[in-house]
């Protein structure tokens, strides 16, 4: 699997839109990006996946240039509800593979 | 999505007893789970891939005889953390592939506080 990096923590005011950005510069061909987001002691939940260009969902849209080497969560129009930590992962079968953690970014949102 | 349920929530032991966690795939066959580790503050930490029918497959530095681990079917998973000890007190998280919808992600239980005193 691919390391990644991304900032450790990141606050934003309410209603505003908040982009979490996520390094992978040795993301391999197959790769797909996968974000998940996990609220104080619950277990991760899946957000959005994508491959290439842009991916959007009911909940967030994530956006992957051209070389694939970063990728960036944007959250629109937060609430104190999206406070949670945020892990952007990186690999090609996320369904069956064993799935390695970053330190992920942890997102407070002030009212 | 699929449904991973864990049990207990949460449990507080003495130091020396031992505590088992469940792990079920709710809706779904799983041959394969994830146990998680997890420290406040800190990411999840991969401790073993619990594989239905075999032996459970160990990271690294993590205690097979500590932590014991049994597919029992195939939509359960136990881990048993042995001879508990207050350095054991973290957050317990397991997961689980859902093959059958072709989803390519994999789907969390809610996690097992451990508490040990």
């Known amino acids: 699997l691919a390391k990644t990096t991304q900032p450790i923590s990141m606050d934003s005011y309410e209603g505003q839109e908040v982009n979490i950005t996520c390094s992978h510069n040795?993301?391999?061909?197959?790769?797909?990006i996968t974000w998940y987001q996990q609220f104080p002691s619950q277990g991760p939940r899946f957000i959005i996946q994508?491959?290439?260009t842009k991916v959007t969902n009911e909940v967030a849209s994530l956006f992957i240039p051209a070389d694939r080497k970063s990728s960036t969560l944007s959250l629109p129009r937060v609430s104190l509800s999206d406070t949670a930590v945020y892990y952007c992962?990186?690999?090609?079968?996320?369904?069956?593979?064993?799935?390695?953690f970053g330190t992920g970014t942890r997102l407070t949102i002030i009212p | 999505g699929a449904v991973v349920s864990q049990h207990p929530s949460r449990v507080i032991c003495k130091s020396g007893t031992s505590v088992k966690i469940e792990c079920r795939s709710l809706?779904?066959?799983?041959?394969?789970m994830f146990w998680y580790r997890q420290f406040p503050k800190q990411s999840l930490m991969l401790m073993a891939t619990?594989?239905?029918?075999?032996?459970?497959?160990?990271e690294q530095g993590v205690e097979k005889d500590k932590f014991l681990i049994n597919h029992a079917s195939l939509t359960l998973s136990t881990l048993t953390v042995t001879s508990a000890h207050p350095e054991d007190s973290s957050f317990y998280i397991c997961?689980?592939?859902?093959?059958?919808?072709?989803?390519?992600?994999?789907?969390f239980g809610p996690g097992t506080r451990l508490t040990v005193l």
């Open positions: 619990s594989n239905e029918g075999s032996k459970a497959t160990y």
């Open positions: 994508g491959y290439k």
């Open positions: 992962l990186v690999g090609d079968d996320f369904g069956n593979e064993k799935l390695t």
């Open positions: 997961s689980a592939p859902n093959p059958g919808t072709g989803e390519n992600e994999q789907f």
């Open positions: 809706d779904f066959q799983a041959t394969t």
């Open positions: 040795n993301i391999a061909t197959n790769d797909y």
